[in-house]
Each structure stands twice: as C-alpha cells, then as structure tokens.
C-alpha cells in the first residue's frame, strides 16, 4: 500500500500525537549518543587529538589486540555461567513459590532483595562475603572442615566470584518473570493431564515449558544484555583482578576510554559490544522461536 493511500482514524491520530513525545525522548536520549559513538569510533581520538578520521582502523585494531580478545573469551565465560546459573536457580524457586507453600508471600518478598540493591552494594557485600579472615564463606567451610580460600586474590577463583556476584544478583529477576509466566497457566490443562495419566514430567515438558517460552525468551535475552554489559559488580568486587583474570569487555572499554583516554577505540569496543548484544538477541529468539 502506498503511503499517499493511508488513511488514519481519528483514534489513531489521538494515539500517534499522544506516543510521538515519547518517541522524540527516547530516539534523543539513545540514538544521538548511540550515532555520536558511531562517528567517534570511525576517528583517532584521545585526549591529545581533536579527531581525524581512520576509517574501520579501530574495528581492526581491536580484533589484533590481545587484551580485547582475551576479555572477549573471559565475558563469554562471565555471561554464559551467569546465564546458567540464573535461569536455572529461577526457574527452581519459581516453580517452588508456584506451589501453595508456607510463607509463600514472604520468599516472594524476600527473594527481589538482591535485584533492587545497587551493583555497587552487590560488589561491596560479596567483598564482605569472601573476605580471607571474616567471610561467611570461609567461616562456614572452617565450620566443616574444609579448607578455605583466598576467593579474589586467585584468578580462577576470582573469575567465579564475580560469577556468583553476578548470578545472585540475576536470579531474582528470573524468578519474577518465570512466576508471573506460571501463574498464568490455566489449570485446567493440569487437571486434564491428570486424567490422562501423565506424570509430574511429562506435565512438565508438555504443558508448563511451552507455556513459559515467551517468559523465558525475555529472561535469557535480559540476563544476556545484563550480564555483557556488567561494569559495576565486576569494578567494585575486583577491579579487573587480579593482573587481568576478570577483565570482561565493558571493563576493557572503560580502561581504554577512560584511563588510556583512547576514546575513538573505546567507542569502537562500545559498538562492538552493542552489535554483540543485537546478534545475541536474534539467536535466542530462533532458538526458542
């Protein structure tokens, strides 16, 4: 149909003049800052140098830069344990308040705790929560007899810090949305199911996963988005350390924007992490599509 042949009602005209301030805010606020980085990314410019334009050099620079690529691998290994670790965690406890439990209404309370505490609290609680000396966590293994670690100053250790910093922040996010997904289930289905025999399963696999598919496609796209783009649990909770073991790409981006001052392959790093996220995205909706 061709544009001159549209015609809008009256309601329509209510709605588009109603949603386009909306619409102006949203494209100054994300996409002038997003088109800025774009054409920053194309130029050699640090704190020395107004700009000149190089074409995709940083794009190529940062694909032969080691640092980069190894913060490529270990974000990878950030977000995909975070991932798991998350959505699994999630849709446990969710499938748990789901039931007609004692103190169902307080755990829901209780467990959205860890999402609404700042990532800078999560960082400074999971300091105090693996501290050497008076950490719960090396208490509690002292408790049993086992040995206890020094969590942040290992680089294998440190990376699953930062993993369960991160999951444990994740999980209650999960949890809201699977809920919210399983409350909605009509009964019924579960009534008929039981007259058919099928066991806790079956009834599983067959009525409550792919009634979840929507909830859980927000879910993994969410804690995907959330997980790459982490920046302050990991700052606050190690620092990048130690040496470079937690150094994830946002982390890599903001040490060359902001303390090399290499702003043009910093704003490239940006991009790259965004298209990243976009690629992710598209996957897990083919996937669960």
Do not use: C
Request: no cysteine; glycine share 8%.
């Amino acid at each position: 149909m061709k544009l001159s042949k549209l015609k809008f009602s009256s309601d329509d005209k209510v709605a588009y003049t109603f949603i386009l301030p909306s619409f102006i805010i949203i494209v100054s606020l994300l996409g002038y800052p997003m088109l800025f980085a774009l054409n920053q990314s194309l130029q050699d410019v640090t704190v020395f140098n107004e700009g000149s334009y190089i074409g995709l050099t940083n794009y190529i620079n940062a694909f032969q830069d080691t640092a980069f690529m190894g913060s490529f691998g270990r974000s990878f290994a950030f977000v995909g344990f975070s991932m798991i670790g998350a959505f699994f965690i999630g849709l446990i406890i969710a499938l748990l308040l789901n039931r007609d439990i004692f103190g169902r209404g307080f755990l829901r309370a209780l467990i959205i705790l860890p999402f609404i505490v700042s990532e800078v609290s999560v960082g400074v609680i999971w300091q105090w929560l693996l501290s050497p000396q008076l950490g719960v966590l090396n208490r509690m293994l002292s408790a049993v007899n086992l040995p206890t670690f020094r969590w942040l100053s290992n680089p294998f250790l440190a990376m699953v810090s930062i993993i369960m910093a991160n999951t444990w922040r994740l999980t209650p996010f999960v949890v809201l949305i699977l809920l919210a997904g399983l409350q909605g289930i009509d009964k019924s289905y579960y009534e008929a199911a039981d007259v058919a025999g099928a066991n806790h399963w079956q009834k599983f696999k067959s009525i409550t996963l792919p009634m979840i598919k929507p909830m859980m496609l927000v879910t993994l796209v969410y804690l995907s988005f959330a997980s790459f783009n982490q920046f302050s649990v990991i700052f606050s909770l190690t620092g990048g350390g130690p040496g470079n073991a937690t150094e994830v790409i946002a982390l890599n981006m903001y040490q060359n924007a902001f303390q090399h001052f290499n702003y043009g392959y910093g704003s490239a790093l940006a991009i790259l992490l965004f298209l990243l996220n976009v690629a992710l995205s598209i996957f897990y909706t083919k996937v669960l599509d």
